[in-house]
């Protein structure tokens, strides 16, 4: 970790004379800022000192969940570690507090209580499946707390309380669906996807849109959480012959989905048919195997092979932190936003304060995002571009589209209140 | 729903669907029997049946990633070591295990299910501290992958066939063991009667030792051969369990033929509804079918008189 920090420390000065060229809040934060008085920039008693911010990590490192996690906890103590070699936030060091949600989320709810009652920290980075933020939002909303929340999800939620950074469904179906049916002539679909609230409502968005094209969608279904035998799916997709497969199946399960889809003799690399998932980021390919899902198509926001000098930066820099071997997943680059653009948001207000911080974020830019650049909508949500990425042999993604515009984040689709 | 289709289409379909179901009957009966053996012989729920599977996983995860890095050459039959090696892992933690922790607790059978469960606990924090947290995945020989084309539409896969023989053969294994070895006779004698299988001197300790060893590592196996169909990863074990006990207890606890035959009842009926119906149905369906039998027949479809 040592060395880790000195590495940091050389690349950050390259990185700051980057920034410098960029956007104002990150300007504002290489180092022109004079520490203000604590009592100043935190007029409600949060931990803050003349040197030092405390702010929280809340993710689940125990239990079934600490699979997908893991990239997201790595990420926000890599922003936090580089954030503090720039100088701070307001010139003051970051310190962590982590905790565990052990995969349980009553233990998230009760742990987010502890940081922001106990600890009186001033922004939280955490949770990951809606199940958490879900159990964790009252909590935010009771105490003010402010959230940053990095997983791509289904929408249909704005708090004043979360800053998301990742997409909502909006954003990543509709640009994929509409890939598909341009680029590849794509006419019918075949949704499938586990049974819980991520992917039956992305799949109520995807149907609409589909039907909005006039395609159609020959068929629709959900398999318990953990299901592991595909083979009557797989038979009835072989019999219906849709175009695409949109498969939104996640955890254990996609192991399992993708090893018995290509054991069936589908070969995806042939794109008879073809298949797009908005569920299966560079983390998961690593349990499926490159040689099981090579050829599907992904549609997100960030792919870890995505050639430009930002993410190039950062993918160095979090295998330096965090080893070789490690993959980082679309989730993991969004976790990694949110403290950067807590930072933003905080240099903006001048302020530690909540309500300050809330009022100061929309409209909050970043250039120096590996995924390009993003602005935070007055919806709290990020305008992202989506991407079409392929599936290798060897795990990664090869970006094949992008969109040309920011996708305007859309929590509340028309029809669904 | 078959109104679009013309009728080599439709039989293409049942062939494939009857093979799905044979596929997920195989599967099932893999996974149940290291089970049903600990639980019928010895009345010793053992809620870590999952991570003795996944244990035999790991060790297949292993074993392709020594031969892949030392013996590239034998990479196309090392899956037949790492089934004996999971087998000779799963068995031997399963020995300690009954060694260290369920010999003491034979005379209160509900206490195994604690006890068991936190082992499981214990096991899955031991694998994400050893392999990390991520699943991990596991390279196999090129001849295991992919599918035989039967017809333009009918592809059978490969690894649904090894499954089957894999299944076939243990089965039998298990058969020989139980019902035309010394070990078995004495295995069956401590079931029925264990005071007098130990007055007419039968080490009734080593038997149950050797029976849980077994159970487990058939297990390991089981975890081995679903490493072609399934994940690896520290709580992929959950993901078997609860099918596995559904099937051992409406099978009849104490019985392997009761196990296979409601390995088939089960697998049928969830293949041909998943076909019908979408995967949720299917399966709230088939629970409901089973509550429904064992409300009427608690024992399970078969079971054995004896005397406790």
Redesign the interface.
Known sequence: MRRVKDVIQTRMSRRSLLAGTAATAILAATGTVTPSLADEVNTTGLAVTDDTVQVGILHS????M??SE?GSVQAEKLAIEQINAMGGVLGRKIEYIQEDGASDWPTFAEKAKKLLVNDKVAAVFGCWTSASRKAVLPVFEQYNGMLYYPTFYEGLEQSPNVIYTGQEATQQIIAGIDWVSQEKGAKSFYLLGS?YIWPRTSNKIARKHIEKLGHKVVG?????L????F??????I??RKPDVIYAIVVG?S???FY??L????IDMTKEDPLLLTISVTE?EI???????IEGAYAAMKYFQSLDNENNIAFVKAFKEMWGDDVVIGDVTQAAYLGPWLWKAAVEKAGSFDIDKVRLSSPGIELTTAPEGYVRVHENHHLWSKTRIGRAQLDGQYELIYETAELMEPDPFPEGYQ | MFAD?TWT?LGS?FA??G??GL??FS?FVLMALGLAIIFGQMGVINMAHGEFMILGAYVTYLCSNFVEAYFPSLFGVYFFFAMALAFVAAGSLGALVEWSLIRHLYKRPLDTLLATWGLSLILQ?AY?SIFG???????LPNWL???V?LTD?I?I????IFVMVLTFVIAIGVYFILFRSRMGMQTRAVVQNRVMAGAVGINTQKVDRNTFALGCGIAGIAGSAFT?????????G???IVDTFLIVVFGGAASLLGTIASSFAISQA??TM??FL???MA?VLTLLTVVGILMIRPQGLFSLKIRR
């Open positions: 490192v125990t239990g079934t600490a699979i893991t049974d629709e279904e959900y398999y318990p953990g299901h592991t035998q083979n009557s799916v797989i038979n009835k072989k019999l254990g996609n192991v399992a090893k018995q290509k054991a069936a003799g983390d690593r349990g499926i195997g490159g040689e099981n | 289709y289409e379909i494939m669907q093979f799905a596929i997920l599967v924090q994400r947290a991520r699943e991990v995945g596991v390279s992958l992919g599918s084309p539409i592809e896969p490969i690894n649904g072609m169909i399934g994940s690896t990863g520290p709580t992929a959950q993901l078997y969830q293949s998943e076909f979408s995967g949720s399966k």
